[in-house]
T-cell receptor, first 109, second 116 residues
Framework: GIQVEQSPPDLILQEGANSTLRCNFS?????LQWFHQNPWGQLINLFY???GTKQNGRLSATTVATERYSLLYISSSQTTDSGVYFC???????????FGKGTRLSVIA | EAEVAQSPRYKITEKSQAVAFWCDPI?????LYWYRQILGQGPELLVQ????????DSQLPKDRFSAERLKGVDSTLKIQPAELGDSAMYLC??????????????FGAGSRLTVL
């Protein structure tokens, strides 16, 4: 099945710093989503981005489908950005969304 | 903003007992998913419904787990009997239409199960 690898597994930042999270996947994808899981466990959809670039405030994401990777950029990080960031992909209309193991981000004041 | 509703948020039970989780997807969403997330890992699909039909339950431990979506709207996930290894977060998600539309999943707040 499709493999999803995220890096780094853990990241500690000072408030105000920028960061880049990476997601590599093993096959051509039909769907790619980035999620933020908050400390209470809820998964919040950040981006639906099977290809191209999108921006939402301090967050932006780029997926290069031909090279099978996606990047999530967080600028001017805040303590509320802390949590686990997941990349999830599927590669056809009938396959389930497969999650990576996540990047745990801790932003300290 | 439309939300996926789940209950209960927290459940503590003893092993061998029965437990049930409920999910109400976003109105109009035809596709509903149950995922299980063990601490420190990413969510893994248990079952996927398209309307009232099961599309994928290949990872559902059918000897103890069951899921239904009788009228194609809300859904129930049941575990009987619960085992210690079932302690996890159970997440429900929905999407507009897996077959014909972009498969953008929206998740509920989850149900955290602890089996003692």
């Amino acid at each position: 099945g499709i493999q999803v690898e995220q890096s780094p597994p853990d990241l500690i930042l000072q408030e105000g710093a920028n960061s880049t999270l990476r997601c590599n996947f093993s096959d051509s994808v039909n769907n790619l989503q980035w999620f933020h899981q908050n400390p209470w466990g809820q998964l919040i959809n950040l981006f639906y981005i099977p290809s191209g670039t999108k921006q939402n405030g301090r967050l932006s994401a780029t997926t290069v489908a031909t090279e099978r990777y996606s990047l999530l950029y967080i600028s001017s990080s805040q303590t509320t950005d802390s949590g686990v960031y997941f990349c999830a992909v599927d590669y056809s209309g009938n396959t389930p969304l497969v999650f990576g193991k996540g990047t745990r981000l801790s932003v300290i004041a | 903003e439309a939300e996926v509703a789940q209950s209960p948020r927290y459940k503590i039970t003893e092993k061998s007992q029965a437990v049930a989780f409920w999910c109400d997807p976003i109105s109009g969403h035809a596709t509903l998913y149950w995922y299980r997330q063990i601490l420190g890992q990413g969510p893994e699909l248990l079952v996927q419904f398209q309307d009232e039909s099961v599309v994928d339950d290949s990872q559902l431990p059918k000897d103890r787990f069951s899921a239904e979506r009788l009228k194609g709207v809300d859904s129930t996930l049941k575990i009987q009997p619960a085992e210690l290894g079932d302690s996890a977060m159970y997440l429900c998600a929905s999407s507009l239409n897996r077959v014909s539309g972009a498969n953008v999943l929206t998740f509920g707040a989850g149900s955290r199960l602890t089996v003692l």
